[in-house]
């Protein structure tokens, strides 16, 4: 699953990586994104625009919006059986911008944080539905999930799924293509040889913790006795 990443850019890198515009008011650099906010996205009806949903999407037919906490992620592999995402998955797909993301790894009775990233250390962008939902006032909220598939060599030892992050030549085709079957070829795990990982500090567990220091490496009391002796 993906339930923590970091999005830390500048804006004006930003629009130039996925030549878009970004309201420099309204962007936030986040390095502790997490369910429930409002992140960034680019959706196949406003693709030259980086929007804020909140993550978690709510179907329209949802009626407590509390659901959304179990609708951060979305499985490649049932996207076209599921309701909450066969409507999405055919007319309403966006990318999410990212530079990272966390996963945890279970050792003995803990869960050790690590922090993704690509080693060119490049933005990418998540696969990803987005839905408007509407609450028993009428008033909208735009809501989103991240797209998982199998685990590729390097997320196995961490976790057997992972995100969707899509080929640089791939968001476009992602955002404008409605053929199900091409869609359904792009939603494979990601090149485990351009990717890396590392144990980061603990204080990623904490959603309103925030700043560099949550993607730096991270050296355990135990890491560190092996180096002194």
Not at 113 to 120: D, F, T
Request: overall charge positive; some cysteine; proline content about 6%.
């Amino acid at each position: 699953m993906c339930g923590r990443y970091s999005f830390a850019q500048l804006s004006e890198e930003v629009e130039k990586r996925f030549k878009i515009q970004v309201d420099g008011n309204t962007y936030v650099a986040r390095y502790n994104a997490a369910p429930g906010q409002k992140l960034g996205v680019i959706t196949n009806f406003q693709p030259q625009k980086l929007n804020f949903f909140h993550w978690g999407l709510l179907p329209p037919w949802a009626k407590d919006p509390r659901m959304a906490y179990q609708m951060i992620n979305a499985r490649a592999e049932s996207l076209q059986e599921k309701p909450a995402f066969k409507k999405a998955y055919v007319s309403q797909r966006c990318i999410i911008p990212a530079d990272g993301f966390y996963e945890w790894k279970k050792v003995n009775k803990q869960k050790v944080p690590h922090y993704i990233r690509l080693k060119s250390q490049e933005m990418f962008a998540f696969a990803g539905l987005w839905e408007a939902w509407k609450d028993v006032e009428g008033k909208i909220k735009n809501t989103f999930t991240i797209i998982t598939t199998e685990a590729n060599e390097l997320m196995k030892p961490l976790h057997h799924r992972m995100p969707v992050i899509l080929p640089h030549h791939l968001e476009k085709e992602w955002l404008g293509n409605s053929r199900i079957k091409d869609l359904q070829l792009m939603l494979q795990p990601f090149d485990n040889s351009k990717m890396e990982t590392f144990e980061v500090s603990s204080l990623v567990n904490k959603a309103e913790n925030e700043g560099e220091k949550l993607i730096e490496p991270y050296q355990s009391e135990q890491q560190m006795s092996l180096f002194e002796d």
